[in-house]
């Protein structure tokens, strides 16, 4: 048999194959990733491996030993052509492999800002280990630092620079900081966390332009002309799904890689998981973009990955796993369960530093956004799991238990 042939060595790949092994499948699998680094969890690198408090060897998914234990074949290479008839996948190296079953785990990108100057050293982004290793240094030299974006990993990366005494900005289009994520309530809450870290805000500004300096970023210049000088710019404007090896062969593609609920392509041979999938879920019923999202998360990637080796070794379900995510900030934690969108209702139950925000939608509890508040942040998934109902009267009564009607 040729086995399984996984792209992508990152969260959702490595998870593939080792659920594979442990589920009793015997066939080859080969994992095709191309970064040098052996696989590991990306969400250190904008929170501990960034500020310092762990090295790369904490960052690895499974030590070094794993992969020859579990026959599973580790190929740095970028996959570069599927050929859906043959059951091949081509490499950059000249290597054809053939494959029973072929996952896409291509993950996503960081979307670059199109302004001049963005290309000048000084400039940076932050999705792998090689950029993190970057930034480290780039850190340690600096004293002002920008930030173009108040996304969570610009957010992250603005609490570990402020945590190491620089000077920060944060630059953000929307009016309010984490805006397609969160409620009002809790982007003020964060706002004003930074703000007392030190960090400055700049939000409904527009990026027109780097400047440079002696061939370096030097500063950043408004669209209403102010300039904030920069020793180091991070870009972090979101992400786009690494889709054109799906697309080349002509799978479905529309802001990732279209799945069914079992997580195929439209190429039974095929399946796609973690960020570069869209999938269709309950909990995006009611969403003014449809029903069907693509979930930048490890939660995401692990479960479907668990779901995909579970399906290729005879026990087939579909995909229902609750979304959750977390962010950490300085003190503060953000845990988010469930999906929610601007428009979306909401009532806060508790106050100060640690409270939870229920998302509704249509009259049903369809997210919790818990801040410091991690028994609520489980009991949430819980009750989103099993669909139990919740009125935001009781949300917000705090005297209501939230734990009995998680059971
Ligand atoms: P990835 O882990 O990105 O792996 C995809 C791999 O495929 C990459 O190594 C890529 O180089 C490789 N690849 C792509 N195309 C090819 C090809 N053609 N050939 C070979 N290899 C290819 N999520 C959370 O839930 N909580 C957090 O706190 C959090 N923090 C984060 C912080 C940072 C800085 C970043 C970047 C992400 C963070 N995330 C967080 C998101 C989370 O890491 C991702 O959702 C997760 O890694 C997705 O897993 P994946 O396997 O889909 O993609």
Redesign the pocket.
């Known amino acids: 048999a040729a086995g399984v042939v996984i ?9 593939t194959a080792a659920s594979l092994r442990e589920a009793g499948f015997a066939d080859p699998i080969t994992v ?4 040098e680094a052996l ?1 590991y ?7 501990a491996y960034l500020a310092g408090k762990t090295d790369a060897e904490g960052l690895l998914l499974r030590p070094a030993s794993y992969f020859a234990e579990h026959r599973i074949a580790h190929r740095r ?4 052509r599927i050929d859906r008839d043959a059951r091949t996948l081509g ?2 190296d000249g290597a054809v492999l053939a494959y029973d079953h072929l996952a896409l ?6 979307r670059a800002l199109p302004v001049p100057g963005a290309d000048l050293p000084g400039v940076y982004q ?3 280990l090689a ?2 290793d970057r930034l480290r240094e780039a850190i340690a030299a600096a004293g002002r630092a920008v930030v173009v974006g108040a996304g ?2 610009g957010l ?1 990366f603005a609490a570990v620079c402020a945590g190491r005494g620089l000077a920060v900005t944060v630059i953000e289009a929307a009016e309010r900081v984490m805006a397609r994520a969160v409620s009002e309530e809790t982007s003020e809450a964060f706002r004003v966390a930074h703000e007392a870290m030190g960090v400055t805000f700049r939000l409904q500004a527009g990026v027109v332009a780097i400047e440079g300096h002696g061939g370096r970023a030097a500063a950043v210049v408004l669209a209403d002309g102010e300039s904030i000088p920069a020793d180091l710019v991070l870009v972090g404007v979101g ?1 786009v799904p ?1 889709q ?2 799906a697309e080349r062969a002509g799978l479905a593609v529309r802001d990732g890689i279209e799945i069914d609920a079992f997580l195929a392509t439209s190429d039974p041979a095929i399946s796609a ?5 869209r999938f269709p879920t309950r909990f995006a019923a009611g969403m003014s973009r449809g029903d069907r999202v693509r ?7 692990i479960d479907q ?1 668990r779901c995909l080796a579970a399906r290729l070794t005879g026990r087939p379900s579909a995909y229902d796993a609750v979304p ?5 900030q300085g003190r503060h934690k953000l845990q988010i369960a469930g999906l929610a969108e601007t428009g979306d209702g909401s009532v806060v139950r508790g106050s100060g530093d640690a409270f939870s925000v229920f998302r509704f939608r249509d009259g049903r509890l369809c997210a919790v956004e818990s801040i410091n508040r991690p028994a609520e942040h489980m009991a949430a998934r819980r009750i989103l799991a099993l669909g139990r109902a919740l009125t935001p009267a009781q949300a917000a009564e705090l005297a209501f238990d939230l734990k009995a009607l998680a059971t």
């Open positions: 792209v992508g060595a990152g969260q959702a790949g490595l998870q095709v990733g191309d970064e696989p969890q990306r969400p250190p690198l904008s929170k290479a970028r996959a570069t490499l950059d785990a291509t993950g996503s990108r960081n932050l999705r792998s950029d993190a969570f990993i992250e992400v690494n054109e090896l998981i973690g960020d570069c999938a979930i930048e998360s490890v939660q995401n990637a990955g959750w995510f977390w962010s950490d």
